[in-house]
């Protein structure tokens, strides 16, 4: 009886821990593909555009005003959900950095000194 409610613990945190494991490599991933970079440069490619546009309209003597030049055409998908998921991942990933390097302090002490 003992040993069935121990596996079932077990086999839960094992679920559990793989659950979190495999939704810190899908941020994880996303984040070092550079999806954010290429948002960013198509946000700034964008601007450059607008920026060219406006001075040729000035320069054409059009009547202009700034909010014809300023579109935002991007919807804001950030969410709860989204920002949970960064703040664990980013959590995650401090956490594996920090016990990499003191395992790797544990070894250099064991073979170097």
């Keep these: 009886m003992i040993e069935e409610e121990n596996n079932k613990d077990s086999n839960f945190l094992l679920k559990a821990l793989l659950f979190l494991f495999v939704l810190f490599l899908i941020f994880y991933l996303s984040k ?3 999806l954010y970079e290429f948002k960013t440069y ?5 601007t450059n ?3 060219k546009e406006f ?4 320069s054409d003597g059009k009547d202009v005003t700034l909010n014809d030049y300023i ?3 991007e919807k804001n998908y950030t969410n709860i959900i989204n920002k949970t998921g960064s703040f664990i991942s980013s ?4 956490i594996m950095n ?6 790797i302090k544990i070894f250099s002490k ?3 000194e």
Aim: no cysteine; net charge negative; charged share 35%.
């Design 42 to 46: 198509t946000k700034t490619h964008l």
């Design 98 to 103: 920090d016990g990499i390097k003191k395992t």
């Design 55 to 58: 001075e040729k309209d000035l």
């Design 91 to 94: 959590s995650v990933e401090n």
């Design 32 to 34: 070092e593909t550079g």
């Design 110 to 112: 064991l073979f170097y």
């Design 49 to 51: 555009d607008a920026i």
């Design 71 to 73: 579109v935002s055409k």
